[in-house]
């Protein structure tokens, strides 16, 4: 599972009860450290380690800085005090997390010791004068398990806005010609969100390659896991370049330091080395290093952001919107050669020949069924957005290559969706739903969201806790 840090900053108000304001700082921290939570708190930065006083801005913000955290989490104790929570997370730049538990009955006499609520929507609006976005955790009780699901959910936005902010792509060679759809702006990506392209000519891919056979102790374990995980109807030579060339994408990933690759996966690449890279990218696929296919930039991106959301702890995969089902209505076929992970297959996949080429190095596996999460970030003309929405595994017809066919609410208003745009032929699939979290970490990445069905305002529901 991935690891995020929040910075935890607690806020009261000097005219609310500050013995209830300290009371809430502990049980909010205790109650994270039952969650499991790694954050940093501010207890060093004055003696009651809470934030009220403009004169600590800048220490907490230079002190979470320095430990690195990921997240800033704005805990109402009581009331809090809202500009000072603003000039706060304007400095940090992080996702923020905007919570207080929930207000007691007033007593016999009608006092009322925080009015967290009210400070919630004081806070609230400065936040917005100060145009820095925010997740809102709903006025709960510590217990709820509202939230613990608002903690671990927005721990996973912050790890899709940490890894979206920090993303280099290694692109193995060009995108293949008759590929027009996959061109991207790689200036356009750098200016617009900072994400980096490593290009490398096939003839270095080569190279790493011969270097990647010459060593034994690699090759034998890199053998020894593809027999384990697949069944091998090819070759040995064959199966040999298989696990070089996983090795090779491997090594280049980490010399050019990036976290995915978009390879040119023909054809110049069979007239190299004689086969597909399907099984190899698998292969770091399941490593969790997005591989994609045709070169595919944006392909990369959208499996990097849905990893992310899941907090690595499942493995995505590449896919062809394809054909429509020939029995389910709003049925379709989600395929590709065979650069699927094998933990996604419901079956041994077989390492065999793709589907409309003579080359060897692909995998043959459906996919298991169940709910899944498809999307697409991409663009044309300066506008960049994310594809989203839900589908259901399905029985269907035996296909080639990885595959899955799916159902959707309206395959009609998908398939105009993804025609017209900015949409191609291409998407990534995990087995969660992470649609909310996805959705929740396009307002800090500057990605608009889109839905292919008219499911906004549940996700909205969801995130509010209902």
Known sequence: MD?????????????????DALKFRGLTAKRLKELGVEFVDITDINEEGLLYDDGDVDKIAQKFQREGVDGLLLAHCNF??????????????????????????????GVRLRDTQCG???????????????TYLTNCRLDDPVFERGVKDFLAVCNVVKTFKNIRILQISTRP???????CNEGELLEKFNIQLSPVPMTELTQA?????????????????????????????????VAALALAMEDLIQKYGCQAAAIQCWNALQTEIGIMPCAANAILNEKGIPVVCETDIHGAVTALLAEAAAMGEKRSFFADWTIRHPDIENGELLQHCGPWPPSVAGEKPVLTYPLAFDHPGSLTAEAKH?????????????????????????????????????????IKRLEAKIVEGPYIHHCVGIHKNVVPILYEACKYIHVAPDFYDPIEEDVKAYLRGE
């Open 3 to 19: 690891k995020i840090k929040l910075g935890y900053a607690p806020t009261r108000r000097s005219i609310f009860s500050a013995p």
């Open 80 to 109: 809090g005090t809202e500009y000072v929570c603003a000039r706060l997370a304007k400095k940090l730049g992080l996702p923020v997390l905007l919570w207080g538990p929930l207000d007691e009955r007033p007593d016999e006499r």
């Open 209 to 241: 390659i011969k270097s990647a056979r010459s060593d034994e102790n690699r090759m034998e374990k890199m053998l020894a896991y593809i027999r384990e995980t697949m069944t091998v109807k090819i070759k040995e030579e064959d199966t040999l370049m």
């Open 370 to 410: 169940g709910e899944v999460t498809l999307c697409r970030f991409d663009g044309d003309n300066g506008q960049y957005s994310l594809l989203l929405g839900t589908a259901k595994g399905v029985d269907g017809p035996k296909g080639m290559g990885t595959y899955l066919w799916v159902e959707v609410d309206n």
């Open 120 to 134: 919630l929507f004081a806070t609230g609006k400065v936040l917005r004068r100060f145009q820095v976005p925010f």
């Open 177 to 183: 010609f008759d590929f027009w759809s996959t061109m």
